[in-house]
């Protein structure tokens, strides 16, 4: 394996960082990124890269949530030696988010050999583009009804078993193409979630399952990384994490007066360009 340049780093990280919180597969498009950049996408150590550059995304959230991730903890730890702790709001979202993350971290553990690499197929990629823009398009609809009928929760109604169902959810995710935070999301507007509440949950969702996968990847196939260059590894992981703060203030906004059907647009058309592509042999599927 050729060392990872620079360039390559750069434009890694930028694809890292524009889409880890969009709905659009952060995966998918690193899978078809190195693909193009003639990278073996189911080599150990280009899959260790694409899990380690996340760090630099996660990063992004923990600065920029930082505030919030304090509260979150600190009513977490009071509620657990103090009753009357338990009635804080942010006491319930906290379990949420424990809860949540546990499903995913056994799921990518015991699954892990097939998701480094039978799952790194560009056919993988875009049939799960397609299939699971079906799955927005369902939530998108069941969340219009509930807020016609004037039932959407904010952030202090989310409850430990919201946390659970999306969690759940987030499995999906480990499915190149599907999306993470399409996956948390859609699950979060379908549970009658607010959009902007149930985007920021898919945030702090994201905060441990990134962390442990990229971590793990790192400690796994660190020989790996090393061939591909401790430089280039520390440039995707600066980009990743600058470009990825950038997204995360953006898709705030945006969510909160805008549903995903854009997103699910260019889900489809990607997926189907992929699918002539690999079709008539333009690109290889690995």
């Given amino acids: 394996m050729a060392d990872l340049s620079y360039l390559d780093a750069v434009i890694l990280g930028v694809v890292e960082g524009l889409t ?3 709905p659009v ?9 190195e693909q193009m950049l003639g990278l073996k996408v189911d080599d150990l150590a280009v899959t260790a890269y694409t899990a380690v550059i996340q760090l630099g995304a996660i990063a992004a959230t923990l600065l920029y949530f930082f505030r919030d991730i304090v509260r979150f903890a600190v009513a977490w730890f009071r509620g657990l030696g103090n009753v009357e702790a338990r009635t804080d709001p942010d006491y319930g979202l906290a379990w949420a ?3 949540g993350s546990i499903p995913v971290g056994i799921v990518g553990f015991v699954g892990r050999h097939a ?9 993988v990629v875009a049939g799960a583009l397609i299939l699971w823009s079906i799955v927005i398009v369902v939530a998108e609809r069941i969340h219009s009804r509930l807020e016609a009928r004037g039932v959407l929760r904010g952030e202090h109604d989310v409850r430990p078993v919201d946390g659970l169902v999306i969690g759940l959810m987030q499995c999906f995710s480990l499915i190149p193409g599907v999306s993470r935070s399409g996956a948390t999301i859609s699950a979060g507007i379908a549970r009658g979630l607010d959009r902007v509440t149930a985007t920021r949950l898919s945030f702090f969702l ?5 962390t442990a996968a990229g971590l793990f990847q790192a400690v796994q196939e660190k020989d790996g990384l090393l061939t591909l260059g401790l430089g280039p590894v520390i440039v995707g992981l600066v980009v990743a994490f600058v470009v990825a703060y950038a ?3 953006w898709l705030l906004r945006f969510v909160a007066s805008n549903s995903l059907i854009p997103f699910v647009w260019y889900r489809v058309i990607l997926g189907v360009v992929l699918v002539g592509l690999l079709a008539t042999s333009v690109i290889s599927a690995t």
Avoid: D, F, K
Wanted: charged content about 10%.
């Fill in 97 to 99: 988010v424990v809860i």
């Fill in 25 to 33: 597969s952060s995966t998918g498009h690193l899978t078809i990124t």
């Fill in 115 to 123: 998701i480094e690499s039978t799952l790194r197929s560009l056919w």
């Fill in 20 to 22: 880890e919180y969009l």
């Fill in 247 to 249: 997204s995360i203030a």
């Fill in 206 to 210: 994201a905060i441990p399952a990134l």
